[in-house]
């Protein structure tokens, strides 16, 4: 695995119910009228405290991109649904370490599609991806005060290995404890089929 391998990820992967998309400044709209319903739901995200409009929102989406083309540090997909083509979220794998590998994975769901199982979904099919292109462990560093995104996070067959104390600010600068959660490309998988999830953000 190497920086090309993000650069050169597909531009759609699909899902059971779903299609991921490669973030791409045409995804603007979509994502600015998903943080617009979703803010209630950001707290313990970083930018969700910025202050949004659709210019923000497309140049959000243009410097991600730019991130996935020149950086190739890691990759950001938005979900939709296959039928509707309804915007649920977006999944990102980043803070890759080429010499195990191993990254961490990112979520956040849109506050209207909550329940539905479609951001689980779409976070298991890039973590699948991400195994077949030969990631050994994922990981989510998580706000122990962020019980939703735990909760996903074991979900996806992600264990808890230990508590981080004061290791990083959280979205308002103040030192907090997180969880380490991992998942081996070697553990079991969990199925997608009939599955929920709540709004989670990490």
Same mark, same amino acid.
Do not use: I, K
């Given at each position: 695995m190497t920086p090309d391998t993000f650069r050169r990820s597909p531009e759609t992967i699909p899902g059971r119910r779903l299609r991921l998309e490669k973030i791409h400044p045409r995804h603007a709209?979509?994502?600015?009228?998903s943080v617009q319903r979703s803010m209630a739901d950001l707290d313990f995200i970083a930018?969700?405290?910025?202050?949004?409009?659709?210019?923000?929102?497309?140049e959000h989406c243009e410097?991600?991109?730019?991130? $996935?083309?020149?950086?190739?540090?890691? #990759?950001?997909? &938005? %979900? +939709?649904?296959?039928?509707? *083509?309804?915007?649920?979220?977006?999944?990102?794998?980043?803070?890759?370490?080429?010499?195990v590998p191993r990254c961490q994975i990112g979520f956040v769901?849109?506050?209207?599609?909550?329940?539905?199982?479609?951001v689980r979904e779409a976070a298991?099919?890039?973590m699948d991806w991400a195994y077949s292109r030969g990631m050994a462990r994922i990981e $989510?560093?998580?706000?122990?005060?962020? #019980?939703?995104? &735990? %909760? +996903?996070?074991?979900?996806? *067959?992600?264990?808890?290995e230990g508590l981080m104390r004061k290791v990083e600010r959280d979205s308002r600068g103040q030192l907090c404890d997180q969880?380490?959660?991992?998942?081996?490309?070697?553990?079991?998988v969990p199925t997608i089929a009939d599955s929920r999830d709540s709004v989670a953000t990490v």
């Open positions: 709209p979509a994502f600015h009228a930018w969700g405290h910025h202050h949004w409009n659709a210019v923000a929102a497309l410097r991600q991109r730019d991130w $996935v083309d020149t950086e190739g540090e890691g #990759v950001m997909y &938005l %979900a +939709f649904e296959h039928d509707t *083509g309804t915007y649920v979220g977006c999944v990102d794998l980043h803070s890759v370490d080429f010499g769901g849109c506050s209207r599609q909550r329940g539905r199982g479609l298991l099919t890039l $989510v560093w998580c706000d122990v005060r962020n #019980v939703h995104a &735990l %909760a +996903f996070a074991e979900s996806l *067959g992600l264990q808890r969880y380490l959660l991992a998942r081996l490309s070697s553990d079991s």
